[in-house]
């Protein structure tokens, strides 16, 4: 079938992307769905710091490629073996397919699926080749999704259903942003009620990290503190209730101390700042994606003189399957506003002003709606 989307031509293009233009919006071939992968129409994409990643050439993936991996949408046609998902369904694409058979999947999430990676890496879905087509070559798919696009085809193990009582953008962020940024927190960093945690970075992951911590601390006498260097960050976490919100200058002038910290910011002085503000005997988790060449300047004393620990966490350590059910259960009590996640809603040819914006620190998550058929430009 004949779909619409964007297509990352080469990495490395020169700011602004507004004008330069990396991301090309036409029209490609879609194969339909083969042995356990499904056709979903697209309702909405989040524009993620991990797609920038890509097109700033901070994560080397193979060009032209489709991008876009956080999306929410409706199937629209099954294959062969796929029997627990009906047409009509949503479902929320996830960055990470699980083959549930390689040891790193019987981890519990600690570990990213050792075949799914593989994939990612070549740019092809989780059972091989490839989808996409444009003039009759192959294009990539992105983290096995692709949804910066109208439709796609991706393998079962990407798609997580959720009720239709759930909204298409609060669906979409809940498969990248709030997975990884909650999971960090409820998954690797596991505060309790009464913990103090310092969130550090506050894109879309880090507010997703910010709003599941203060969701666990309000049972409690934990107080919930967000670090940015965007005075307009820093007014929104105290929006979203955080008990205090600082500068990275502030806090290191504070003497900030708590056992939990989360980093999300994926940039080595972000994680200097979470380690200092990481109270003896406490736990660092960084989820942040820096440049493979970023180096942090770090005291092995501090870490061992002061019994503390750093956690690596994909994905926010996930198992998509099971986590997924359980934010949606939150943001159905209430105890999760996801939707105020969401700084704007954006047309598919806006996104190349949007990666612009999203460099510049002046967006949280930016969804794409596919409510009509966008221009082919």
């Known amino acids: 079938m004949r779909i619409t989307g964007a297509v990352l031509e080469s990495t490395g293009s020169e700011r602004p992307f507004a004008s330069s233009r990396p991301l090309t919006i036409g029209e490609l071939e879609l194969d339909p769905p083969g042995d356990h992968e499904v056709l979903i129409r697209i309702e909405a994409a989040g524009v993620c710091h991990s797609d920038l990643s890509v097109v700033d050439g901070n994560r080397v993936r193979p060009t032209p490629m489709l991008l876009g991996h956080e999306a929410a949408g409706i199937v629209e046609q099954v294959g062969d073996d796929v029997t627990d998902l009906d047409v009509g369904q949503r479902v929320v694409t996830v960055f990470l397919p699980r083959c549930e058979r390689c040891a790193a999947c019987r981890t519990g999430g600690r570990l990213p699926c050792t075949a799914?990676?593989?994939?990612?890496?070549?740019?092809?879905?989780?059972?091989?080749?490839?989808?996409?087509?444009?003039?009759?070559?192959?294009?990539?798919?992105?983290?096995?999704?692709?949804?910066?696009?109208?439709?796609?085809?991706?393998?079962?193990a990407s798609v997580v259903p959720v009720d239709d009582d759930v909204p298409p953008e609060v669906a979409a962020v809940l498969g990248c942003a709030v997975l990884t940024g909650g999971g960090a927190v409820l998954n690797a960093g596991r505060p309790g009620p009464d913990d103090d945690v310092v969130v550090v970075g506050l894109g879309g992951v880090g507010m997703a990290a910010l709003l599941v911590a203060l969701s666990?601390?309000?049972t409690g006498s934990g107080t919930v503190i967000g670090v940015d260097a965007n005075p307009g960050k820093l007014s929104r976490a105290r929006e979203l209730g955080a008990?205090?919100?600082?500068?990275?200058?502030?806090?290191?002038?504070?003497?900030?101390?708590?056992?939990?910290?989360?980093?999300?910011?994926?940039?080595?002085?972000a994680f200097e700042t979470a380690l200092s503000a990481t109270a003896v005997g406490g736990t660092l988790?960084?989820?942040?994606?820096?440049?493979?060449?970023?180096?942090?300047?770090?005291?092995?004393?501090?870490?061992?003189?002061?019994?503390?620990?750093?956690?690596?966490?994909?994905?926010?350590?996930?198992?998509?399957?099971?986590?997924?059910?359980?934010?949606?259960?939150?943001?159905?009590?209430?105890?999760?506003?996801?939707?105020e996640l969401v700084s704007s809603t954006i047309a598919l040819g806006d996104l190349n002003a949007a990666m612009d914006e999203l460099a510049d620190g002046r967006a949280v998550r930016q969804i794409i709606r596919f409510d009509a058929p966008p221009p082919v430009t």
């Open 243 to 269: 008990g205090a919100a600082w500068s990275p200058d502030e806090v290191t002038g504070r003497g900030i101390a708590a056992p939990i910290v989360i980093e999300a910011a994926g940039h080595p002085r």
């Open 116 to 156: 799914g990676s593989a994939a990612n890496e070549a740019g092809q879905l989780l059972g091989g080749g490839r989808r996409l087509h444009r003039d009759r070559a192959p294009v990539h798919h992105h983290l096995g999704v692709s949804g910066f696009a109208t439709h796609a085809v991706l393998h079962r």
């Open 216 to 218: 666990i601390t309000s």
């Open 285 to 339: 988790v960084t989820v942040g994606l820096p440049s493979p060449d970023a180096r942090a300047s770090i005291a092995p004393l501090g870490i061992t003189a002061g019994a503390r620990t750093i956690i690596g966490s994909y994905l926010g350590s996930a198992v998509p399957a099971r986590d997924i059910p359980a934010y949606t259960a939150m943001w159905r009590e209430g105890r999760l506003p996801v939707e």
